[in-house]
C-alpha cells in the first residue's frame, strides 16, 4: 500500500483509505487511546515521508480517518448488542439523496415537495447529508447477511463500511429511518452552523412524511452530534430550536439537536453508540 499518489504537475496526494491501514497496521487501535494523539502520530509520519504535505491535506484526511473509527465501532455495538440498531455512514449528496433511502412512496412524497416549492417559490431544499444514519435493526437483519465482528481494519474493511448504506436505499419505511448524526473532528462555527441547518431540515421532512401519511403519535427522529473535542460555546450554540416546530402553537418547540457528544478514543465511541443505538 502507498501512503501518496503523485498529481499531475508533481504535487503528492494522501491515499487516504490505505494511509490509514498501514499508519494502524491493519489493527484496531487501543480503546482507550485518544484520537487526537492517535491523528498527532499519522501527521508525523506522513510528514516524515514528504514534508511538502500541507496541514490542510492533513486536516481533510482526519475527517475521514475519524468517520471511519466511529463506523467500525458502531458497527461492533450492532454486533454485539442483541437490541441494538445499527449506525451507518453515508456518503456526500452528491452520491446518494439521503431521501432515496426510503420506499418509493416516501421519497416521491419528499420529491414532490421539493418540486412544489422550486415552483411556487423559485427556492430549493440545499443541504449536505448527515455523516450517519440510524437504520432500526429488524430492517438491517433483513438486508444484511454478514453480521460478525470487525477485528482488523484493512481496505477491505473500508470499503464495507462505505458501501454499506446501498443495502438500504430504497428499503426503509417511515420509521425504520430512527435519527442522524452529524460528524466533526472540530465544532469551528460554520460547523456548528451546518449541523444545525441539516437537524431542522431532517426533522422538518420527517414532519412532512407524517403529515402527507396521516401517522399519529410517530417516534420522532433522533439528531445527535460528534466531535473529538466539545466546549461550552459548542453546546450553547448547537442548543437551537428545530425551526419547523415554532410555527404552530400545536406542537411543542423541539431541539434540532438533541445530544451533543465528545468522542475521542474508540472506547468513547462504544459507549455512546451503546447508548444511542439501543
Not at 503528492?12 to 499508519?23: G, N, R
Request: proline share 4%.
Amino acid at each position: 500500500m502507498a501512503l501518496f499518489r503523485t498529481l499531475p504537475g508533481g504535487r503528492p496526494q494522501i491515499v487516504k483509505d490505505e494511509a490509514f491501514c498501514e499508519l494502524l497496521n491493519n489493527e484496531m487501535p487501543n480503546n482507550g487511546k485518544s484520537y487526537s494523539e492517535l491523528f498527532e502520530e499519522f501527521d508525523s509520519a506522513i510528514r516524515e515521508q514528504d514534508s511538502s504535505i500541507t496541514t490542510g491535506a492533513l486536516s481533510n484526511s482526519h475527517g475521514d480517518w475519524y468517520e471511519w473509527l466511529l463506523a467500525v465501532n458502531a458497527w461492533n455495538v450492532f454486533v454485539e448488542a442483541e437490541n441494538a440498531n445499527l449506525g451507518v455512514l453515508l456518503p456526500n449528496v452528491s452520491s446518494l439523496d439521503v431521501s432515496e433511502l426510503y420506499q418509493n412512496d416516501l421519497c416521491g412524497l419528499i420529491d414532490d415537495l421539493r418540486t412544489k416549492v422550486a415552483e411556487s417559490a423559485g427556492v430549493e431544499f440545499i443541504s449536505s447529508n448527515p455523516d450517519f444514519v440510524m437504520i432500526d435493526r429488524e430492517l438491517v437483519t433483513r438486508q444484511l447477511s454478514r453480521t460478525t465482528r470487525i477485528t482488523e481494519i484493512n481496505i477491505d474493511t473500508i470499503r464495507f463500511l462505505q458501501s454499506l448504506y446501498q443495502n438500504f436505499v430504497g428499503h426503509c419505511g417511515f420509521e425504520d429511518i430512527l435519527g442522524y448524526v452529524s460528524v466533526k473532528t472540530s465544532l469551528r462555527p460554520d460547523r456548528r452552523l451546518q449541523i444545525s441547518h441539516e437537524c431542522s431540515l431532517m426533522k422538518a421532512l420527517y414532519v412532512h412524511l407524517q403529515t402527507r401519511k396521516w401517522i399519529i403519535n410517530p417516534p420522532g427522529l433522533k439528531y445527535y452530534a460528534i466531535a473529538t473535542s466539545v466546549g461550552p460555546s459548542d453546546r450553547s450554540a448547537l442548543k437551537t430550536v428545530a425551526t419547523h416546530s415554532i410555527t404552530t402553537v400545536h406542537s411543542i418547540p423541539q431541539a434540532a439537536v438533541d445530544e451533543v457528544y465528545e468522542v475521542n478514543s474508540s472506547q468513547r465511541a462504544l459507549d455512546v453508540f451503546s447508548e444511542i443505538l439501543l
